[in-house]
């Protein structure tokens, strides 16, 4: 089965329409979730540090992934893990007490970053089975748009319907979604081929480790300077977005919860009209192979937001400029975010696409929080001076995307 020419085929309608019920369940669990320990516990630091432990599985289990991605049917592969979140979440509401819900969370949120770490490598390697040539970065855009969708939705439902019924309806929710999502996945149809040889795990495992490796840094080289950039990008976009946004919002305008949602909203429409723009801008993207402008975009993105706290001018006009900036920012990462993607989907062969998209994410969730620690510090140390942090990031993204079109 060859992929198809035409972007919404059966198949891909399919894992959209998954995607779409996975993604709102997995966003309402850990809304509810998240609100059931604060008002637990009173502390946000605890459900940060039950979160932190939760991402390291997915991180040092992100490459099995891949290679199970490579090795194994990738349509009954999604089938299992959606059908066993199910079970999972399902058995998690059933026994959860006053007495041990903590325990119960902690295991379920852990045992939801393990799953994730073979799901996220292995819908990534479906597309290009899925799809052909521009399609495959529309794909993409696509995908990206249905996430931003269960995000910009599901905050608000999943928070309203908390409030009204309570943890574990929402948790029955989420489960429902999660089989929805199995079915409609028992439906795709991808090609899959049975390995002939027969070796033991622990060879299977150094063996293609060692060829994907090898394609990385020796084959194709483009694939690692492109997980580089993937890598720089998310370092400082996310560190600015996730940890300076709501600290300049919230402690240095002083504004309250309000102006923080509304910017929350706010870019994730930012978000959706970045995939967009990379479905619109595939062909233009194609001929140019501009990756450093995508990159440089970023950086004078940055720049009204770091100017605006140089002027003696109301919180608010302050609050606009900047939620324009950082949502330009979400726009721009988002188009160079799909692109890359993309181009590593295409570059990649089949037999070794789920391995090769798994180290993007691993990379990806080991960058990111460094980040947001680096960030951290900085924008406690010039609470004062914002702009001491905003404009040399912005220049230095410049510098950057320069040098990047240089090579």
Known sequence: MQPSRSLF???????ILGQLTSLFGNFILKLALSMYVLEVTGSAAAFAGILSLATVPTILLTPFGGILADRANRRNIMVALDTLTGICVLSAALFISGENDLAVISMLLIILSVFGAFETPTVQACIPTMLTGDNIMK?????NQTASLSYL???LLGGIFYTAF?????????VLCFFITALFE???RLPYQRPADRQN?????????TESM?????????????????AVSRFFVMGILMVGFPFMVRSVLQLNARYYGAAESALAIATILG??????????????HNTSALLASLGVCMMPAGIIFLLPVNPLVKYGVTLLSFCGMQIAISIFSIYIVSLIQQKTPNHLIGKVMAYTSAITLCVQPLGQIVYGFLFDRFQDTVSLVLLPTGILVCILGLWQRKR
Not at 9 to 15: A, H, K, R, S, V
Not at 166 to 174: E, H, I, R
């Open 9 to 15: 085929t059966p198949n891909f309608i399919l894992l």
């Open 139 to 143: 794909g993409n855009a696509v995908v």
């Open 153 to 155: 939705t599901a905050p």
């Open 166 to 174: 309570g943890l574990q309806p929402v948790m029955f929710a989420s």
């Open 186 to 188: 028992c439906f795709i």
């Open 201 to 209: 795990v622990l060879t299977i495992i150094r063996q293609d480790f």
């Open 214 to 230: 090898h394609y990385i840094v020796k084959e194709q080289t483009s694939v690692a300077k492109m997980l580089l950039l993937t």
């Open 275 to 288: 995939s967009a723009a990379a479905g619109l801008l595939t062909a233009t993207l194609k001929k140019t």
